[in-house]
C-alpha cells in the first residue's frame, strides 16, 4: 500500500513541474521571449499541452478567465496538494 502511495506521490509531483513548465514557457511566448515558430519550441509546447489540456479543459468551462488570466493551472496545483495531503495522511 505504501509502495503504490509512493508512486502516486511522484506522479503527482511529476505533473507539478510540468503545470509549472508550461505556465512559465506561456508567459514566456507572451512577452516574446521564446520564438514559436522554433521546432523545439514547438514540439515542446504541444508536449506540455497535450499533457495538460485534458485537465484543464473541465476548468475552463467551469471558471472563466479572470481579466484574461486563466487561472486553471492555480486550482489544479491546488488540487494536486490537496489530493498529495490526503494520500500522506493514508498512508501514515
Do not use: H
Not at 46 to 70: C, F, H, N, Q
Request: glycine share 4%; charged share 15%.
Amino acid at each position: 500500500m505504501i509502495f503504490l502511495g509512493q508512486i502516486f506521490l511522484f506522479a503527482l509531483e511529476v505533473y507539478f513541474w510540468i503545470i509549472i513548465v508550461s505556465v512559465v514557457l506561456s508567459w514566456l511566448i507572451a512577452f516574446d521571449v521564446v520564438n514559436i515558430r522554433n521546432q523545439k519550441a514547438a514540439k515542446l509546447i504541444a508536449l506540455l499541452e497535450k499533457a495538460t489540456e485534458p485537465v484543464y479543459r473541465p476548468l475552463r468551462k467551469i471558471i472563466p478567465s479572470i481579466g484574461g488570466i486563466d487561472i486553471s493551472p492555480i486550482i489544479v496545483i491546488f488540487g494536486i496538494y490537496l489530493a498529495k495531503d490526503i494520500i500522506i495522511r493514508l498512508m501514515f
